[in-house]
């Protein structure tokens, strides 16, 4: 059987793609958790399925072969003791709303289908779902007061943050967001048990466990020999350190991590929703990560004589960093909205550098970005537009809403 990860660019002929279909987990959401959910708006839920089916059909368009999360996850569950193992999973790793309801929780997720059971586990366990008789604390009675056993997970259908292929090995993200730190056992059991992926040796270069976060939003393949991770609201400069060290061990290519400081703002919480490939020399860029004088703060990690440590340079020029570690002459950084300070601020508000490269010079992208949309074809890039009034709601674009596991050389 062929070897099933391989992501060697960030612009590679795309092949084959996890995406996750939004499911009830985002009619889970209400204005009161809406922060916390990491959402601005709840959306309309047969809306955002109609816009993600598009999406998913013209990537299928395009000759990519579309996986779900939800289905490879049923796949990997195939003994009811791997999903007693991984109730109990999740059940532990929730266990601030299943005080003393573990039991009757437990029961209620595995009474049914491993569909229900995959299904169950995303769209979160209200109080209201379990039978009134069975409850015997006093916070049970109070479906007011707070709704859930267990939370919904809405922020599922960004499918890029919680694990990233790299050349042929995996990292499975430790989540910064507590709603979010539950996403990447779907992938852990999906590497472990799921047959096509478990009886290849597939090497991690981080995992879950790890004390530090790091998202795959964050984590941007440049080239067969370059990585680059921002640092940012979700990425530590310990996860990026740890994750070099294993790369340089293992993945024989890699030679060069590049870690991309960014400011730490929701609006920009990971390098992807500000700084993209495109093409073998173009980027898209929102021009606000640069300071004044287009200063930055990057820093090049490199393999170091001792065991386990790198050397590490310091650069503050993005175009400058590039066209050292990519060894081009010339690049092009294409900005957000055009440059303009309002198109600039509201299109990557809704993900307007967040563009999907599918192949050398053609991305997908939101079509409510028509100013950078417009630009990119001006580059002369292939755009094709994703409708996207429900799927910008969770603040992540097609970039965000894919996870690659396998692309062609570049
Ligand atoms: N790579 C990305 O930027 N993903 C978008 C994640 C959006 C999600 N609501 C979050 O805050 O984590």
Known sequence: MKYPLHVTSEIGELKTVILHRPGKE??????????????????????????????????????????????????????????EQFVDQILEESKSNINGARHNVKEYLLHGSVQ?????????????????????????????????????????????????????????????ESARERESIFMDYIMKYHPRFAKHNIPKWFTRDSRFSMEGGDQLILNKHTVAVGVSSRSTPQAIEKMAINLFKDQEDITKVVAVEIPKSRAFMHLDTVFTMVDYDKFTIHPAIEGPDGDMRIFILEKGEEENRVTIKQRN???????????????????????????????????????????????????????????????GLEVIEIPSSELSRGRGGPRCMSMPVYREDI
């Open 317 to 379: 020029n993005l175009a400058e960093t590039l066209k050292e570690v990519l060894e081009l002459k010339d690049i092009v950084l294409i900005p957000c909205g055009g440059g303009d300070p309002i198109a600039a601020a509201r299109e990557q508000w809704n993900d307007g550098s967040n563009t999907l490269a599918i192949a050398p010079g053609v991305v997908m992208t939101y079509d409510r970005n028509y100013v950078s949309n417009k630009l990119l074809r001006q580059h």
């Open 116 to 176: 229900d059971l995959v299904e169950k586990v995303m769209s979160g366990v209200l109080k209201t779902d379990i039978e009134q008789e069975k409850k015997v604390h006093l916070y049970e009675l109070m479906a007011d007061h707070y709704p859930f056993y267990l939370d919904p997970m809405p922020n599922l259908y960004f499918t890029r943050d919680p694990a990233a292929v790299i050349g042929k090995g995996i990292s499975i993200n430790k989540m910064n």
């Open 26 to 83: 985002v009619e889970n959401l209400t204005p009161e958790y809406l922060q916390r959910l990491l959402f601005d708006d709840i959306p309309f839920l047969p809306a955002i399925q109609k816009e993600h089916d598009y999406f998913a059909n013209a990537l299928r368009n395009q000759g990519v072969e579309v996986l779900y999360l939800e289905r490879l996850l049923e796949e990997s569950l195939h003994s009811i003791q791997l999903q």
